[in-house]
T-cell receptor, first 113, second 112 residues
Framework: ETGVTQSPTHLIKTRGQQVTLRCSSQ?????VSWYQQALGQGPQFIFQ???????GRGNFPPRFSGLQFPNYSSELNVNALELDDSALYLC????????????FGPGTRLLVL | SQELEQSPQSLIVQEGKNLTINCTSS?????LYWYKQKYGEGLIFLMM?????EEKSHEKITAKLDEKKQQSSLHITASQPSHAGIYLC????????????FGKGTKLSVKP
């Protein structure tokens, strides 16, 4: 196990609702990255947090937002949920810097009806 | 933008057989990561390669990065049912934050 935890494990929401996903990073890691993985696809980078600030963002709309807390844990918030937001959401923790390995949590499976 | 293509998309092998999965990048690779994923679960880190010609092994899995740093292969020797899963290659996108770009994965099934 990596020491990265995510909650909840599964979630069902309806279109238009809002959702908050949580991630606790591995001990000693100061960076959290979030990815969305649709069925049959590889993970897509949403954004990364370092020192409580967004440190890079992929091609996702502003209704995807996040937070990082002083203990390096993080939240992913998605507003105005759409059917296409149904996916596995993965967080990965690492030490900041290129070439540093990212260690993934077990993911949160979100279903939007 | 950089893209990673994995082949084959899926693979069914008999237990004990060897197999190879390939990952080809549209651009030079600065860092290539191999992960394994069981269906619907998180990614398990296997290996990371950075230098052209680099080769790393862990138990029965060997990963190589070619000299031109645009292609990597993952080779499993004497496959076991425990090797079944989805294998994903990921590349450092070259940005300052070091986020990863992934291929679509190769689904491996091992028949006992």
């Amino acid at each position: 196990e990596t020491g990265v935890t995510q909650s909840p494990t599964h979630l069902i929401k309806t279109r238009g609702q809002q959702v908050t996903l949580r991630c606790s990073s591995q001990s000693g890691h100061n960076t959290v990255s979030w990815y969305q993985q649709a069925l049959g696809q590889g993970p897509q980078f949403i954004f990364q947090y370092y020192r409580e600030e967004e440190n890079g963002r992929g091609n996702f709309p502003p209704r995807f937002s996040g937070l990082q807390f002083p203990n390096y844990s993080s939240e992913l918030n998605v507003n105005a949920l759409e059917l296409d937001d149904s996916a596995l959401y993965l967080c990965a923790s690492s030490v900041q810097g290129r070439g540093e390995t990212q260690y993934f949590g077990p993911g949160t499976r979100l279903l939007v009806l | 933008s950089q893209e990673l293509e994995q082949s084959p998309q899926s693979l069914i092998v008999q237990e004990g057989k060897n197999l190879t999965i390939n990952c080809t990048s549209s651009k030079t690779l600065y860092g290539l990561y191999w992960y394994k994923q069981k269906y619907g679960e998180g990614l398990i880190f296997l290996m990371m390669l950075q230098k052209g010609g680099e080769e790393k092994s862990h138990e029965k899995i060997t990963a190589k990065l070619d000299e031109k740093k645009q292609q990597s292969s993952l080779h499993i020797t004497a496959s076991q049912p425990s090797h079944a899963g989805i294998y994903l290659c990921g590349a450092d996108n070259g940005g300052s934050q070091g986020n990863l770009i992934f291929g679509k994965g190769t689904k491996l099934s091992v028949k006992p």
